[in-house]
């Protein structure tokens, strides 16, 4: 199984750094069908028949029939996503312990068939520092950090 | 310490509801307690990049006001994607909406409690007034918790210059 950081979920909340860890399972790993699954490639032009006002497929059953006969391709996704908030100051050495922590424990939890969100506890935080000056550091150390996610790469 | 929930189970339905330019809230299972939502659960149709959540309070006559949300990044299509963590505060009574700058949700074409949907970009927002779907039900669901989030205001500010990520100041 492996961690990464996935950019599009890094911000700055509560005077820290917020991170999204999304966990990927190998093949050999427990239940790794459920998230290795087929989609449909969509055209750039998306779904020919009638929509409504809210772009929804009047027409179900043409609408199914258009994605069933499609070409599939295979995707791999994550089996849990997990956000942390860490300070400026933590070192990429502390952060890949954070993942190579929270990968064992949610895979652990995945592995056993539990529910992640009945089994997994939620622990409170303080608050970070709140001021200008601190939270442009926070911006700073996201956007460095969504730009080097290919140094974050933990397996298990 | 109780156990909150919010929205409907994110599973794979019969029909599929665009949620680009949209924001959509469930009027399926109106969050049962007063807290902090930890935990969503999502099941989109297609991959949506830019997804956030939020926390809705109802007015009546189809007036909504956030309360609280959180920014996720994209979101993978194709099966349920779970996320952990989350700071939301929920009021009892309170629904939870999403909008996304592309993609669409898992949805049920009938017989749910249907959602309600305004053209553009309303998370957050104050006092806005949503149309109404009627009877379809979305794949977005979210857990917590009653105890009270720690002291301080909260922040949010999404992170400038990366793809696929957008700007917006702190609330």
Known sequence: MIARIEPTGTSVRKGKVQLRFSFYLDPTDARYDEHHIQLPVIPEEGYPGEVDERGNPVDLDDYNNWIEGLPKRWQNNPFHNHFVRVSPDTTDGEIKKLMQDSLAEFYGIWSRNENILKVWQPKREEVGDMSPENIERCELKALDIANRVSSFVEKA | ?171
């Not at chain 2, 309070?57 to 779970?82: C, F, I, M, N, W």
């Not at chain 2, 999403?98 to 309600?116: D, F």
């Not at chain 2, 379809?136 to 002291?151: C, F, I, K, N, V």
Request: glycine share 12%; with cysteine.
């Open chain 2, 1 to 171: 310490m109780a156990v909150i929930d919010i929205g409907a189970a994110a599973e794979d339905r019969n029909s599929t509801g665009a949620i680009a330019t949209f924001t959509m809230v469930g009027k399926a299972n109106p969050a049962d307690d007063t807290g902090t939502i930890t935990s969503v659960e999502i099941w989109m149709e297609t991959e949506a990049a830019d997804v956030r959540v939020g926390t809705f309070s109802h007015a009546g006559s189809e007036v909504l006001s956030t309360r609280d949300y959180e920014d996720l990044g994209t979101v993978a299509a194709g099966s349920k994607q779970t996320f952990s963590d989350l700071d939301m505060d929920v009021s009892t009574g309170d629904y939870i909406g999403i909008q996304s700058s592309s993609g669409a949700i898992e949805m049920e074409s009938e017989g749910g409690s249907g959602y309600w949907y305004k053209n553009g970009d309303y998370i957050p927002c104050t006092s806005q007034t949503f149309s109404v779907a009627a009877v379809q039900t979305m794949s977005l669901y979210g857990e917590g918790a009653t105890e009270a989030p720690p002291a301080g205001q909260p922040y949010s500010a999404r992170v400038q210059g990366v793809q696929g990520m957008r700007t917006w100041g702190g609330i």
